[in-house]
């Protein structure tokens, strides 16, 4: 079973660019989260799809931050424009198993380190 | 406001040796907890889970212990081994998500 695909793994870019990040989950994995993790903490919720349907976005950056995932596979996290405080890792992560305790249990990608300078 | 405290941002340990990896949290109605494991450059991954109904579950060398009177957890890992290096995160299930600590990096040394 193939695992979470993210591209890139690393983008530098300068502030004020913008930048996308794509997902591709484990196949069959109805729900998807995309991550901020900072260095020294954890992961950070940014949003969470269940298919096609955003279940949670309260924690996005709404003014520069969106995200997609059109036909309840795969997705796209965009930042524009890009500030310093966006330096982090961004971890795409997905989940499948339906019903009990194990639903809970998330599948991560490699991520995406971006750098803003 | 953090609801979940790894307090230790480190630790080392002798190869052999029982690595004890602490968790803390505030909120007595969190009824399910994990510990995710993960190595540099790549993505956490799903070590060991428990529900509140239990206060050990084991798997292999990983034990995991809660003791829900004082809101903690913590992952015992025996013995330690080299490839068991890595950053240590717990995070607990509120509503349909997780809420993660900051981790706690392990160095096993040979």
């Known amino acids: 079973e193939a695992g979470v695909a993210q591209s890139p793994r690393y983008k530098i870019i300068e502030k004020r660019q913008s930048v996308a990040f794509w997902c591709n989950p484990i196949?069959?994995?109805?729900?998807l989260y995309w991550y901020q993790q900072i260095l020294g903490q954890g992961p950070k919720l940014l949003i969470q799809f269940q298919n096609n349907g955003v279940v949670d976005d309260s924690q996005l950056p709404k003014d520069r931050f969106s995200a997609e995932r059109l036909k309840g596979v795969d997705s796209t996290l965009k930042i524009q424009p890009a500030k310093l405080e966006d330096s982090a890792v961004y971890l795409c992560?997905?989940?499948?198993?339906?019903?009990?305790?194990?639903?809970?249990?998330?599948?991560f990608g490699p991520g995406t380190r971006l750098t803003v300078t | 406001d953090q609801q979940v405290k790894q307090n230790s941002p480190s630790l080392s340990v002798q190869e052999g040796r029982i690595s004890i990896l602490n968790c803390d949290y505030t909120n007595s109605m969190f009824d399910y907890f994990l510990w995710y494991k993960k190595y540099p450059a790549e993505g956490p991954t799903f070590l060991i889970s428990i529900s509140s109904i239990k206060d050990k579950n084991e798997d292999g060398r990983f034990t995991v212990f809660l003791n829900k009177s004082a809101k903690h957890l913590s992952l015992h890992i025996v013995p330690s081994q080299p490839g068991d290096s890595a950053v240590y995160f717990c995070a607990v299930k509120s509503n349909y998500q997780l809420i993660w600590g900051a981790g706690t990096k392990l160095i096993i040394k040979p």
């Open positions: 992560a997905s989940s499948g198993l339906r019903g009990g305790s194990r639903s809970y249990e998330q599948y």
């Open positions: 196949s069959g994995h109805a729900t």
